[in-house]
């Protein structure tokens, strides 16, 4: 008898541990982090197309590049900056829609030998009053990309200028950009 209650004891155990181990749910599935997050402007540069990324600051140069590329074989660079405000643009305000919140993804590249602090900016005018805010900010690495991302809440005024730049704390740094994405949330 001491054998028999012993032998149902372990086959109760054995078969739970079973149940347990043949019941358990899905593996996890790994998911975006907002379902709802649209792509609606994106640019690698593998065209050869700038649009719509222009130089920002007099003397600033932009172009197509193969010379590094975060993906495939093309990025911008940037050269000929003189301020630190000076760097790469685009004129969003056709994208974007007041009241909305937007995620704002671009790579960038330094090589200069160190370490150098670079930002992602909105420059917006509502009613006349320009202003200027910091989606990013991020210290690059010399010789990696690094992504330069954040998250913008166009405030509920009527907007008449949205320029989304990226600029670099040293004045004088050349720079290269890759794979900007701009979603909507």
């Given at each position: 008898m001491k054998?028999g209650v012993?032998?149902?004891f372990?086959?109760?155990v054995l078969?739970?541990?079973s149940?347990a181990?043949c019941s ?29 990324w222009v130089?920002?600051?007099e003397g600033v140069?932009?172009?197509?590049s ?7 074989s ?15 643009q685009?004129d969003?305000?056709?994208l974007?829609?007041?009241?909305k919140n937007y995620h704002?993804?671009v ?9 150098k602090?670079?930002?992602l900016?909105v ?6 009053d320009?202003n200027?805010d ?7 690495p010399?010789?990696?990309w690094v992504?330069?991302?954040g998250?913008?809440s166009?405030?509920?005024k009527?907007?008449s200028?949205?320029?989304?730049y ?5 004045a004088t740094?050349?720079?290269y950009i890759d794979d900007?994405?701009l979603s909507k949330?």
């Amino acid at each position: 008898m001491k054998y028999g209650v012993i032998s149902v004891f372990v086959i109760f155990v054995l078969i739970s541990f079973s149940f347990a181990s043949c019941s358990s749910a899905p593996a996890a599935v790994e998911e975006p982090e907002d379902k709802t997050a649209v792509v609606i402007s994106s640019n690698d540069f593998e065209d050869s197309q700038l649009e719509p990324w222009v130089a920002r600051g007099e003397g600033v140069s932009v172009e197509v590049s193969n010379a590094f590329a975060h993906s495939g074989s093309f990025s911008v660079y940037v050269s000929g900056r003189t301020q630190n405000w000076n760097g790469v643009q685009a004129d969003l305000l056709s994208l974007i829609a007041s009241g909305k919140n937007y995620h704002f993804s671009v790579w960038v590249y330094q090589n200069s030998g160190e370490s150098k602090n670079m930002y992602l900016t909105v420059e917006r005018t509502y009613k006349g009053d320009k202003n200027w805010d910091r989606v990013a900010e991020i210290s690059v690495p010399s010789g990696e990309w690094v992504e330069l991302s954040g998250d913008y809440s166009v405030p509920r005024k009527d907007v008449s200028e949205f320029v989304l730049y990226v600029e670099a704390e040293d004045a004088t740094l050349d720079f290269y950009i890759d794979d900007v994405f701009l979603s909507k949330m």
